[in-house]
């Protein structure tokens, strides 16, 4: 897996490099070809604690860990065990593929979505925003991210026709695909 490792307040000796190579070998050993797009490690010096941060995009979800610790390495250890631990996580999502709970894309869209706060003030008065970036995937790949993500629905660019579609859970369990155009 390649990541760019940066460091602010420290300076990233070849020890320390190796050291993250080593236990990033660890996580590794979870991920598929293709999982990860990009991985960025940043260390830095936090008064007496270095504050470790790794964001990873595994099959486009962002994934974050934090970890602090007066000991560089120690730091290192608990971050790379809590990012394989994600990995494992969204991964065996992926397999299992919920199917349970489904809703048709009105409601989903008025229902309460995990992650997502919002409250009605009055009529129709949106308190809150959430922005998220319009990522190019196949339909294929896009279920496997609503899934991953335990959402009702998805909108995303397809990557085979460049249009906006939403794809979203149904009554029945299967899938439903809304092709907009202009």
Same mark, same amino acid.
């Given at each position: 897996m390649e990541y760019r490792l940066m460091g602010r307040g420290i300076e990233i000796s070849d020890a320390i490099k190796s050291y993250v190579d080593r236990r990033f070998e660890k996580v590794e050993r979870v991920l598929n070809d293709g999982d990860v797009t990009s991985a960025e490690v940043r260390i830095e010096k936090d008064g007496e604690n270095y504050v470790l941060k790794i964001v990873m995009n595994f099959r486009g979800e962002i994934i974050k860990v934090e970890e602090r610790n007066p000991d560089v390495y120690a730091a290192i250890d608990f971050a790379s065990d809590a990012l394989e631990k994600q990995v494992k996580k969204l991964r065996d999502k992926v397999?299992? %593929?919920? *199917?349970? /709970?489904?809703? $048709? =894309?009105? +409601?989903?869209?008025?229902?309460?979505?995990?992650?997502?706060?919002?409250?009605?003030?009055?009529?129709?008065?949106?308190?809150?925003?959430?922005?998220?970036?319009?990522?190019?995937?196949?339909?294929?790949?896009?279920?496997?991210?609503?899934?991953?993500?335990?959402?009702?629905?998805?909108?995303?660019?397809?990557?085979?026709?460049?249009?906006?579609?939403?794809?979203? %859970?149904? *009554?029945? /369990?299967?899938? $439903? =695909?809304? +092709?907009?155009?202009?």
């Open positions: 397999r299992v %593929r919920h *199917k349970a /709970g489904s809703k $048709g =894309l009105a +409601e989903a869209i008025a229902a309460d979505m995990p992650g997502v706060e919002e409250e009605r003030v009055g009529e129709d008065k949106i308190e809150s925003v959430k922005r998220i970036p319009l990522t190019p995937m196949s339909v294929e790949e896009a279920v496997l991210q609503m899934d991953v993500m335990d959402h009702l629905f998805l909108v995303f660019r397809n990557s085979e026709s460049g249009e906006i579609n939403v794809i979203y %859970r149904k *009554k029945d /369990g299967g899938y $439903g =695909l809304l +092709e907009l155009y202009e």
